[in-house]
């Protein structure tokens, strides 16, 4: 079956990084792009943004540029965050979540849509000193 | 940025019916998802393309699109079915993704 696991919880003190995988399973890790969201503790979901698994190209949403880093392994079906010079407020939940295309045929051409369809477990990253 | 309001909270009394909204700018462009979240757990697709279901979701599960506004509409509410709701879309261009403030679904 289609599956998302994520690695385990970290604990770091600030200013030390981090590095977050999600391995893919049950599908062409290839065939689909890759997001990441953020949940921050009695906070709601926040999309980080995503990763284009064959092209490696990355985009991020605003407040998600610089310390934050997607990467892939696509030999090992991977892919990755990594938060570099971490602050307290980054302590979260970290979510991949896969990437479902919906093509649409319409009079004027053909329209992409893109929700996320599979979830991993999350985890937990805490930043204390 | 863009962003998609719900309502906070949403009590119901089971065997009634929920409805959650999601208003945003450019719904009319773009389709809506819903996802479930219960405590400690990752969040679950429940509706896709403003009204579609997955499958597994149950039948109660329904959405609606009207202009700037998206309905996800539980009826005959379960205990089960109390979580946290998303409202997900993307801006006018498609290029970024955004979720909804988030509603609380409470079954009295």
Do not use: H
């Not at chain 1, 649409?104 to 329209?111: E, L, W």
């Amino acid at each position: 079956q289609v599956q998302l696991v994520q690695s385990g919880s970290e604990l770091k003190k600030p200013g030390a990084s981090v590095k977050v995988s999600c391995k893919a399973s049950g599908y062409t890790f290839t065939s689909y792009a890759m997001n990441w969201v953020r949940q921050a503790p009695g906070q709601g979901l926040e999309w980080m943004g995503w990763i284009n698994t064959n092209t490696g190209n990355p985009t991020y949403a605003q407040g998600f540029t610089g310390r934050f880093v997607f990467s892939l392994d696509t030999s090992v079906s991977t892919a990755y965050l990594q938060i570099s010079s971490l602050k307290a407020e980054d302590t979260a939940v970290y979510y991949c979540a896969r990437d479902f295309e919906l093509r649409m045929r319409a009079a004027a051409g053909i329209y992409y849509y893109y929700y996320m369809d599979v979830w991993g477990k999350g985890t937990t990253v805490t930043v204390s000193s | 940025s863009y962003e998609l309001t719900q309502p906070p909270s949403v009590s119901v009394s089971p065997g009634q019916t929920a409805r959650i909204t999601c208003s945003g700018d450019a719904l009319p462009k773009q389709y809506a998802y819903w996802y479930q979240q219960k405590p400690g757990q990752a969040p679950v697709l429940v509706i896709y393309k403003d009204s579609e279901r997955p499958s597994g979701i149950p039948e109660r599960f329904s959405g609606s699109s009207s202009g700037t506004t998206v309905t996800l509409t539980i009826s005959g509410v379960q205990a089960e079915d109390e979580a946290d709701y998303y409202c997900q879309s993307a801006d006018s261009s498609g290029t970024y993704k955004v979720f909804g403030t988030g509603t609380k679904v409470t079954v009295l």
